[in-house]
T-cell receptor, first 115, second 112 residues
Framework: DAGVIQSPRHEVTEMGQEVTLRCKPI?????LFWYRQTMMRGLELLIY????????DSGMPEDRFSAKMPNASFSTLKIQPSEPRDSAVYFC?????????????FGAGTRLSVL | SQKIEQNSEALNIQEGKTATLTCNYT??????LQWYRQDPGRGPVFLLL?????KEKRKERLKVTFDTTLKQSLFHITASQPADSATYLC???????????FGTGTQLKVEL
């Protein structure tokens, strides 16, 4: 299995631009998570989906952030408009909903720089 | 408020020694606790899980303890090697869904 695949690996954009991050979970996993990691705040959960349905989006910072999961093999995290404080590494992770261990498998992350 | 604390300062130890990392939490009732390893430029990788009714878990050179009275988990790496150098994150799960809450991590450096 290729693991969780995220794209792009790096994104540099200017303030005010729209940014879209993409994630392909591990085949067969039906729970998907979006995290943001910074030095100051560590790894923060933004939103997670079970069976393509958003379950908890309480970590989404504000209305500029939105996430979708149109099918079991694809999810996007969109920031519009982007701001310099959004600069961080964004991770996607997946697991199986019924797993008794809830081991999360992470992608390599997208490093976002907003200038 | 809920809080998970790990040593923010890097832990430097000599090769061959035992590294001990700490994870303390407040205002949580976790059903289980996990430890992950993160290397620079990569996502976290799962290492061990310990449940609330377990005191200790081992896997090769790794050992995790879980004290729900002290609200603390200790993560030990015995016979440490330079390849063990990484950031180690603890994560708490409450059992009511798949959500995990991560600590900020402790950077471990194993020196020759």
């Amino acid at each position: 299995d290729a693991g969780v695949i995220q794209s792009p690996r790096h994104e540099v954009t200017e303030m005010g631009q729209e940014v879209t991050l993409r994630c392909k979970p591990i085949s067969g996993h039906n729970s998907l998570f979006w995290y943001r990691q910074t030095m100051m705040r560590g790894l923060e959960l933004l939103i997670y989906f079970n069976n393509n349905v958003p379950i908890d989006d309480s970590g989404m910072p504000e209305d500029r952030f939105s996430a979708k999961m149109p099918n079991a093999s694809f999810s996007t995290l969109k920031i519009q408009p982007s701001e310099p404080r959004d600069s961080a590494v964004y991770f996607c992770a997946s697991t199986a909903v019924r797993s008794d261990k809830n081991i999360q498998y992470f992608g390599a992350g997208t490093r976002l720089s907003v200038l | 408020s809920q809080k998970i604390e790990q040593n923010s300062e890097a832990l430097n130890i000599q090769e061959g020694k035992t590294a001990t990392l700490t994870c303390n939490y407040t205002n949580y009732s976790p059903a289980y606790l996990q430890w992950y390893r993160q290397d620079p430029g990569r996502g976290p990788v799962f290492l061990l899980l310990i449940r609330e009714n377990e005191k200790e878990k081992r896997k090769e050179r790794l050992k995790v303890t879980f004290d729900t009275t002290l609200k603390q988990s200790l993560f030990h790496i015995t016979a440490s090697q330079p390849a063990d150098s990484a950031t180690y994150l603890c994560a708490l799960g409450t059992g009511g869904g798949n959500k995990l809450t991560f600590g900020t991590g402790t950077q471990l450096k194993v020196e020759l």
